[in-house]
């Protein structure tokens, strides 16, 4: 009985994660309320602050599902790309250009993101918590490019901080650019040549070496 209870309340978890998805897709965050969210689950508020403190903590969960995506890629990658690390970084980009497309929760995820959350009101906190991650972010990435510089693929003297943030501008700056107009162009399509165009700029740029000034 204990089992079943608690698989009801898994599956009643997802519900809601599953309505925050689409109602802040639909209305943008700040004007999505926890009643439309309750309501469009078929669940009471009671249920969803029994899982989630307040809409920032329940949005929090919805952008952590689908980064632990990317998470579980990397791990499959690394078995499957042993000490290519460059490589690991190119197929999880073209997972993120593709998934964009092809998974309709990390569309809509992406939208929410890009077009439709304000960081005002309740939502600041979220604001703090994303410059937090995004600063993080940079760090993986720079681990990422000097893996790929011991293992010979990338120069030795790659200035990895200045490359990692062009590469996160770059892939967040395609994807809300097709996601505003998807008809200006083929995401799915390019992903792979977009990717290996930064790839290449990495590899024989020399505005990204470390001895080139700031002007």
């Known amino acids: 009985m204990a089992r079943k209870t608690k698989q009801q309340a898994q599956e009643t978890r997802q519900q809601i994660l599953d309505a925050a998805v689409r109602e802040f897709s639909e209305r943008g965050v700040s004007a999505t309320s926890l009643t439309d969210i309750a309501t469009a689950a078929g669940v009471t508020r009671g249920a969803i602050y029994w899982h989630f403190k307040n809409k920032v903590d329940l949005f929090n969960e919805v952008w952590e599902l689908s980064e632990s995506k990317i998470g579980d890629l990397e791990i499959e990658y690394q078995s499957k790309y042993p000490d290519n690390p460059l490589r690991i970084l ?13 998974d309709c929760r990390r569309r809509a995820l992406m939208e929410i993101v890009f077009h439709k959350c304000e960081f005002i009101g309740e939502m600041m906190p979220l604001h703090d918590a994303r410059k937090v991650l995004y600063l993080e972010g940079y760090d993986r990435i720079e681990r990422v490019l000097r893996n790929s510089m011991d293992q010979g693929q990338l120069p030795a003297d790659l200035h990895t901080r200045r490359a990692a ?32 165009s930064f790839l290449e700029m990495a590899q024989l740029s020399p505005s990204l070496r470390v001895n080139v000034p700031v002007r």
């Open 165 to 196: 943030i062009i590469l996160r501008a770059y892939i967040t700056g395609l994807m809300e650019n097709w996601l505003f107009m998807p008809e200006s162009f083929d995401l799915k399509a390019e992903a792979s040549i977009l990717v290996d």
């Open 90 to 102: 190119r197929e999880i980009l073209i997972y993120i250009l593709t998934a964009t497309v092809d």
